[in-house]
């Protein structure tokens, strides 16, 4: 079954360093998102993307953050600046068409630990 | 405020128990309503969905939901767990007008044989 791959697993990062987290989508989905969760916290949603666009943004996005699909593959989500309280489990997802009958696939996750 | 809420954080079941997860959201309108599991180590694999219909939904592994509009309410249930079942369950609603997911907070099942 195909899946929606994330890489890294794992980053650690030094407060105030710039971060990318990357995202491989099921090859013939075109909508994506990004979702987060603080440990001990729910999964939170950040942020969809369709047609090179975003669709929809949490008040969590604020500038800061920033989302690019700079090739005909990857989906990636960029902290400009991180902070302390960025630190969490970000997870991705897509779905084949988007509104709202549509399932979303999620990926792994990549853990973001700010030092 | 409007949220999703899954009353239990932690439930703890031997092998061939009935299991029954509470979720309930407070979402005016045509909600669609999911469940998603995450295995230990694993991603978010979705269970189950509702969208319209029949409001008991038949999902993978012998899981069903239910889906009661006027409790507002979509619990999971499986008549008899297994060890392999232990993972962390959520439910999640795509409100109107959007297709973002809102989550609860999870449920931790742990199964013991």
């Known amino acids: 079954e195909p899946e929606v791959t994330q890489t890294p697993s794992h980053q650690v990062t030094q407060m105030g360093q710039e971060v990318i987290l990357r995202c491989v989508p099921i090859?013939?989905?075109?909508?994506f998102y990004w979702y987060r969760q603080i440990l001990g916290q729910k999964v939170e949603f950040l942020v969809s993307?369709?047609?090179?666009?975003?669709?929809?943004k949490s008040e969590i996005f604020d500038d800061q953050f920033s989302v690019e699909r700079p090739d005909g593959s990857n989906f990636t989500l960029k902290i400009r600046s991180t902070k302390l309280e960025d630190s969490a489990m970000y997870f991705c997802?897509?779905?084949?068409?988007?509104?709202?009958?549509?399932?979303?696939?999620f990926g792994d996750g990549t853990r973001l630990s700010i030092l | 405020a409007q949220s999703v809420s899954q009353h239990n954080h932690h439930v703890i079941l031997s092998e061939a128990a009935s299991l029954e997860l509470g979720c309930n959201y407070s979402?005016?309108?045509?909600?669609?309503l999911f469940w998603y599991v995450q295995y230990p180590g694993q991603h978010l694999q979705l269970l189950l969905k509702y969208f319209s219909g029949d409001p008991l939904v038949k999902g993978i592994k012998g899981f069903e939901a239910e889906f009661i509009k006027s409790k507002f309410s979509f619990n999971l249930r499986k008549p008899s767990v297994q060890w392999s079942d232990t993972a962390e369950y959520f439910c999640a609603v795509n409100p109107p007008n959007t297709d973002k997911l809102i989550f609860g907070t999870g449920t931790r099942l742990q199964v013991f044989p």
């Open positions: 090859s013939n989905h075109l909508y």
């Open positions: 997802a897509s779905s084949e068409r988007g509104g709202r009958n549509q399932p979303q696939h």
């Open positions: 993307f369709y047609n090179n666009e975003i669709s929809e």
């Open positions: 979402y005016g309108g045509t909600v669609n």
